[in-house]
């Protein structure tokens, strides 16, 4: 890989001109007054079109993401996107749209969201979806709102607090409390699951709702699921959905029929659209028939949310079709599973069974510590696989585990490239009983070794200015 | 193996008070420090906010984790650490000097229900 960090501002030289314009044929427009002009001009880039496009290649080749390579990613399904997703939604139909477009004129965007909700209502066993959350926060947020609503409107003001399992992704606890909601954390069982009997003394007339995501942070299916939803659902509470785990359940069980009242789904993750690096993404909420009401009238995102990936993700639902949607589920529990099974010799499983799309490792079985050396960490697996061509897996969540690592491989995975990442594994654990230093000073091939990330936390720069 | 000092009361949530006559000294355990990792932010409340027992204070975060800072008394808070602001590190370079908030107790007998050394040690399983 060749090294490159530069900034577009440190190619400019001013004066640079990479573009011309045409002649302006119109009257000048009159000059703005000077309360509304800029004291000082602001500091744009002036680059030529070869360097500007040159800065920008050398940027890209830095990166790593699906379409370079394995991205065992947990929690986050980094799975292929398929190319005929962006073949749809640049259909210029599409990309010539404008969201104040008279409705006239966008019937077709129209009949996507349409077709989208009856397919997406399909899917999950909810009866209404929303389209205007563009991540997966936002939709939990929106979701939590919702339940807020249905409890105002039915005049019950105690309901105040939201029960979340200590396994949750961390999001749902932060949702909850954006939404001026109150925190209950229930503890987990031996075996992963949501202890039940934990759970019954918190059910009162003070619980909104309980936030959910199964199979859980750990890639195991919740099989208490419909006693949890009756006992909350008893109480008065309604059950929420954290649809960043629908992958392996799709075409196979519907979060509806668990007892869910409402949910969101992360399309672009289950549903195949781009991500990483921050977006962009759109987490749909669906309600049950009883909630559809409750659903915002007051928008929580401009124009509907992000159209171009609610598109690309009807595409994929197309493509597939439902025989296919099943096997995305089933393929993607049967490949988290054999890299379990393969892996579970040379890697610390905490529980056994058979997991979802994801499970998590605790470290290394044989970290290679003795008197003079320290054992080599789960930090140091994940950046010594760099050097064999791997994006690291989740490392340090859940925090159930001292040394957790999550792996998630989704269906997209052919048999030779996840054979090649157990073998690497092994590899990397034979290492480090043999010298955990090989892993320690790891990676050994990358542009960026091991960044500080203390200092970074408690330093951060976030200016380019600040940064040379 | 987890500093523990004798003489200091503790809470399940590895709060440990030092009582100065009517005021209760709070800071985290050692035991504490070692399972967040390198605290990178120390968030406390402000001198004459009102803090509850059991009910959280603030939030120690690391580049692992963040957790809620749960109070082990009820009262007013009449310092803080403001030393903690800059370089939330004092935690992890001594826990037990480098308390996070002094409170004026409204019920000292709050603190019966908290542990002794011994029973606190019993509880990290040390």
Known sequence: MKYYDKLVFELSQKGRVGYSLPVNRFPAAPELPNELKREVSPDLPEISEPDVVRHYTNLSQMNF????GFYPLGSCTMKYNPKVNEEVAALPGFTGLHPLMHAGLTKGALKVYQEMDKALAAITGMAAFTFDPCAGAHGELTGLMVMRQYHMNRGDLARTKVIVPDSAHGTNPASAAVCGLEIVEVKSLENGRVDVEAL?????????GMMMTNPNTLGLFETQ???????????????YYDGANMNPLMGVVRPGDMGFDIMHLNLHKTFSTPH?????GSGPVGVAAHLVDCLPDLRVSGFHGNFGVILRAYAYILMLGKQNLKKVGQYSVL?????KECLKDAYKLPIEGVCKHEFVFDGLINDGAHDEVHGATTLDVAKRLL???FHAPTIYFPLLFHQALMIEPTETESKETIDAFIDVMHKIAAEAAEDPRILQDAPHGAPIKRPDETAAARNPILKFKDAR | MSKIIEGLKYSESHEWVKVEGGVAVVGVTDFAQKEMGDITYVDMPDVDDEVTAGEEFGALESVKAASDLISPVSGKVVEVNEALDDTPELVNEDAFENWIIKVEMSDPSELDALMDAAAYKEHIGE
């Open chain 1, 65 to 68: 993401g699906v379409d370079t």
């Open chain 1, 200 to 208: 019954k003394p918190l059910l009162d007339g003070t619980i909104a």
């Open chain 1, 225 to 239: 699921i419909k006693e949890i939803t009756e006992l909350v659902h008893a109480a008065g509470g309604l059950m």
């Open chain 1, 276 to 280: 990483g690096g921050g977006g962009p």
């Open chain 1, 335 to 339: 490949s988290a599973n054999y890299i």
């Open chain 1, 387 to 389: 050097d064999f061509g």
